[in-house]
């Protein structure tokens, strides 16, 4: 059975701890870091304390995921009422270029 050398990032956390933040980890018991060496020093660590900003971090993903469709229905809503109301206007445009031609034709007759 081959044992793995621990990997690099460990030895530095421990070293860091041993030598310079004593009272850190004594007030930090609950923080339980877990390194596994798999060869080419990769380190992955947790915690307990995480949990809570993982829910907050899911609940905040999920709110800007409905936002984002929100977005995106809105977009959608306001192409609509574009295209529904384009027929609208160039009625109006017609009506108010009739308007002045008569009203140009008119000061032209009256003179």
Same mark, same amino acid.
Request: with cysteine; proline share 5%; hydrophobic share 45%.
């Given at each position: 059975?081959?044992?793995?050398?621990? &990997?690099?990032?460990?030895? *530095?956390?421990?070293? #860091?701890?041993?030598? *310079?933040?004593?009272?850190? %980890?004594?007030?930090?018991?609950? $923080?339980?870091?877990? &390194?596994?060496?798999?060869?080419?020093?990769? $380190?992955? $660590?947790?915690?307990?304390?995480?949990?809570?900003?993982?829910?907050?971090? =899911?609940?905040?993903?999920?709110?800007?995921?409905?936002?984002? /469709? @929100?977005? *995106? /229905?809105?977009? /959608? =809503?306001?192409? /609509?009422?574009? *295209?529904? @109301?384009?027929? #609208?206007?160039?009625?109006?445009? #017609?009506?108010? %270029?009739? $308007?002045?031609?008569?009203?140009?034709?008119? =000061?032209?007759? =009256?003179?």
């Amino acid at each position: 059975m081959r044992v793995l050398p621990p &990997c690099r990032g460990a030895v *530095k956390i421990h070293r #860091f701890l041993r030598v *310079k933040a004593q009272p850190l %980890v004594i007030a930090s018991a609950v $923080c339980i870091v877990m &390194c596994t060496g798999a060869g080419g020093g990769r $380190c992955w $660590c947790s915690s307990a304390p995480l949990s809570p900003q993982e829910a907050e971090i =899911d609940s905040i993903h999920q709110l800007v995921v409905g936002a984002t /469709e @929100n977005i *995106k /229905e809105g977009n /959608e =809503d306001i192409r /609509e009422a574009i *295209k529904n @109301n384009a027929g #609208f206007r160039v009625w109006v445009l #017609f009506f108010l %270029v009739m $308007c002045s031609f008569s009203l140009l034709f008119l =000061d032209w007759y =009256d003179s």
